[in-house]
């Protein structure tokens, strides 16, 4: 009995974690002239599918390492798929020539570092880190999502 | 990661050297995958290839040749709207050797964000799921099933392709691809010495897929050309098959009168089938049909049925293929036994093989889990149960076979480099 409490206060704690869970924001240069991406879009250009932007500017899009848990977050609300899913799929598209994963930055700061310095680039960070010379193009949201 | 000597790399693989395998920044990169693993049958009496390209298979002995592998890719951009992709594969092959091919020579062209020309060597793509079938790591299963895979005898094409992709809005993406070129495989003979060789026929195919949300769904429709007759002795027993064909008055013959040579023969199929995933699940559904313009190659069709769902790091999953070839219509090949001269014995013997061969009737029930206990490695336990008829999808049959085998499978597939 004292388990299935445990457990039960386990996923409520996680339940609510993830219904507190910090919105992400999708940023892009604000020289590149984009000013909305929806959703699916964001979706083809960090999954290979899409190189360019609609205008013809080379897409490069830029993902942290650090939070992980934010990098999970991230494609769950995207394209659904857990990320041992999201690598797999990297591994098919990358070793049959077509196309190659996203950069991977450090943490937010080099993320939002290579936003504001290259006019293609498109990140995305945690909310309340927005700041510097980005432009938010996308709001991921949990609650959205589902 | 850059292009750095190869040992580098292999650390890196195996983390002692913490972050290069994360550095995608443009630039030459080189990146590998592989496979590390062993099968064994419940039989002696048959053996369990990969595919139809190895020489021998699994037995009831621990087998490390079937899936092992290891592969290495250079990227190399060379412009905006330009890169070059040159990977090779050593994997156990038709000579019997892991001697190293290029599965990959390619100059990739993408001038607009939904247009892509390719030119060069890539590899024999024809299901949605096969697109890379040497990278254990990018799919579910320990391989893709062999009989639909398996019996493909081209490893790569050398050749064209462009592909056009149209966005539908709200989440659908249709695509066209075709592509053409010249096929590059071989295939052992187990009563010869020498292998088929399927390098140089012309071939041609394309596909339309269409993604909508979680489902993709692809129509894939290709025409391929033997380019060679059966190496010698057995090419030459050919005017013997036709003249027993003839005497009998076969109806099945060409105006010609002739069953062989097989060069020139094409190969015509089509496929069709769906992939759903979605959070935890993985499904696909896929049926392919394959028919030829020579009589003595009789039609086949196969199908399978795949379904796995993710509890985080692991991911059981359960799979049903099978295939199934026309029953042959060549009544006289009985005959051929009865021939004295031992030459002509061992021709006979080649050419039923030959001719039995191509004949498939098997399918596999298999179960399995995939283990993704790093960010670049996983591990896969896996057993199929198997009823077959005989070769070609299983080989080196002995007396004594009844037909059920079941494969115990276990291997860790890795990938490095560029394939995060």
Sequence with gaps: MTRLRSSLFAILLAASALATAEPLAVVVNPDSGITRLSRAEVGRLFMGAQTRFKSGLVALPVEPLNPGADRARFYQMLVNLPLPRVRSYWAQMYFSGQAQPPHQARDYQEVLEIVANSKGAVGFVAQSQVKGQVRVVLTLDESESR | ?420
């Design chain 2, 1 to 420: 990661m850059r292009c750095k000597p190869v040992l580098f790399t292999i650390l890196a693989a195996a983390g002692a050297v913490p972050g290069l395998a994360q550095d995608s920044s443009a630039g030459c990169q080189l990146g590998g995958f592989g496979t590390l693993g062993v099968a064994a049958t419940t039989t002696n009496k048959v053996g369990y290839p990969r595919g139809t390209f190895q020489p021998s298979g699994a037995t009831h002995r621990l087998d490390p040749e079937t899936d092992s592998r290891l592969g290495l890719q250079l990227r190399l951009p060379l412009g905006e709207s330009l890169f070059g992709t040159l990977q090779a594969v050593s994997q156990y092959q038709y000579d019997g050797t892991f001697k190293p091919a290029i599965t990959w020579a390619t100059l990739t062209w993408n001038p607009v964000s939904t247009f892509t020309v390719r030119a060069g060597r890539e590899s024999f793509e024809l299901y949605e799921s096969g697109r890379n079938e040497n990278v254990g790591y990018s799919y579910l299963w320990v391989r893709p099933p062999v009989e639909l895979f398996s019996q493909s005898i081209l490893t790569a094409i050398d050749g064209l392709d462009l592909t056009q992709t149209l966005d539908l809005g709200s989440e659908a993406t249709l695509s066209f691809k075709a592509w053409g070129g010249r096929s590059v495989g071989m295939t052992p003979l187990r009563t010869q010495s020498q292998p088929m060789d399927f390098s140089g026929g012309h071939d041609i195919g394309g596909h339309a897929s269409l993604a909508i949300g979680p489902w993709r769904g692809r129509v894939e429709v290709w025409q391929v050309q033997i380019p060679h007759d059966f190496p010698p002795p057995t090419g030459s027993v050919a005017q013997v098959l036709d003249g027993y064909g003839v005497a009998l008055k076969d109806p099945g013959l060409a105006p010609s009168g002739s069953l062989f040579p097989l060069q020139g023969c094409i190969g015509r199929g089509y496929s069709a089938g769906v992939v759903y995933e979605e959070g935890p699940v993985q499904a696909e559904a896929l049926f392919t049909r394959t028919y030829f313009d020579k009589y003595l190659l009789t039609p086949n069709q196969s199908g399978l049925l795949s379904l796995g769902y993710r509890l985080g790091k692991v991911m059981p999953y359960g799979m049903f293929a099978k295939s199934r070839s026309a029953p042959q219509k060549l009544p006289y090949l009985g005959m051929l036994p009865n021939l004295s001269d031992p030459d002509s014995r061992k021709v006979v013997a080649g050419i039923t093989e030959l001719v039995n061969g191509l004949n498939v009737n098997q399918y596999t029930y298999s179960a399995g889990v995939r283990w993704d206990f790093s960010d670049h490695a996983d591990f896969k336990l896996q057993v199929d149960r198997v009823w077959s008829q005989g070769p070609p999808l299983v080989i080196n049959l002995q007396p004594g076979f009844n037909g059920h085998l079941t494969v115990v499978s276990a291997v860790v597939d890795f990938v490095f480099g560029g394939g995060r």
